[in-house]
């Protein structure tokens, strides 16, 4: 069904583009093309038509656009686990960035958060942290403590410093994140329940069990609130909260979550 749903769009959007031929080679016209592929999970066309964009873009100098579209590009190819065709498109961005744009522009921000993925991908934690940094200075400059974009870098380092077993400075990441989430959007939004959920991640590996469950706890709750209590997606909470009352060798509370996990 989704993938008959994508079709149509798609087919909507190409019979929409073939009305007026004039969009057909546009810069905004590839652009709004590569963007109806990539939504509708169709990465390879969206790439075709980001790379058409891209050099309309770079014929009438629009280098914000031309920054964005080669940081589209490298999201894709990262997510392919394309890391170097990846980062050679960020790093044109990162480049239009340094030379075009104001250096704290938030398009640079996204070339430097975007790099530090790949090098976390790469298991490059140090080069993955000292980008994701760049990106979060800038986005403290240009939009304040608070806001869902600066959640979003504190958890990407609080992940990184996690997978590098770096347990403290996760914790410390995660916490800010938790923070400004809550107070942007609440305790039963997904991203807060993410923020509880890899906090009771990065307790559990320091061995710091009773925090962890409760954080496992806190995540539970409000995922119960957000989605009922019967919901499918409350089984990975349950099992969370099931394998620390294992390692604290309480089997009857392990059994107890486990069962409810469905597992």
Do not use: C, W
């Not at 990441?173 to 959920?197: N, W």
């Amino acid at each position: 069904m989704k993938l008959i749903k994508n079709a149509a769009a798609t087919l909507f959007v190409l019979i929409a583009f073939a009305n007026f031929p004039e969009a057909q080679t546009s810069a905004e016209g590839y652009l709004q093309l590569a963007e109806n592929f990539r939504k509708n999970t169709q990465p390879d066309s969206a790439l075709v038509y980001y790379e058409k964009a891209s050099v309309e873009f770079q014929k009438r100098s629009d280098f914000e656009n031309l920054a964005n579209t080669y940081n589209q590009m490298g999201i894709i190819l990262t997510r392919q686990d394309k890391y170097e065709p990846a980062k050679k498109y960020l790093e044109k961005a990162l480049q239009i960035g340094h030379t075009s744009l104001d250096t704290n522009h938030l398009t640079t921000a996204v070339s430097y958060l975007s790099l530090g993925v790949v090098y976390a991908a790469e298991e490059k934690y140090d080069k993955s942290i000292k980008f994701h940094n760049q990106a979060l200075a800038i986005r403290l400059l240009k939009l304040g403590e608070y806001h869902a974009d600066i959640a979003t870098s504190y958890g990407n380092i609080g992940n990184v410093y996690f997978n590098s077993k770096n347990y403290d400075k996760a914790i410390e990441a995660h916490t800010k994140a938790m923070i400004i989430r809550e107070k942007i959007f609440g305790e039963k939004s997904v991203e807060t329940i993410q923020s509880y959920t890899n906090l009771g991640n990065s307790y559990r590996e320091k061995k710091d069990y009773k925090i962890a469950l409760e954080y496992f706890d806190k995540a539970l709750q409000n995922k119960i609130l957000q989605r009922g209590s019967g919901h499918s997606e409350l089984a990975r909470f349950y099992k969370n909260i099931s394998e620390v009352y294992y390692l604290m060798d309480d089997k009857i509370q392990g059994d107890f979550y486990k069962v409810r996990s469905g597992n």
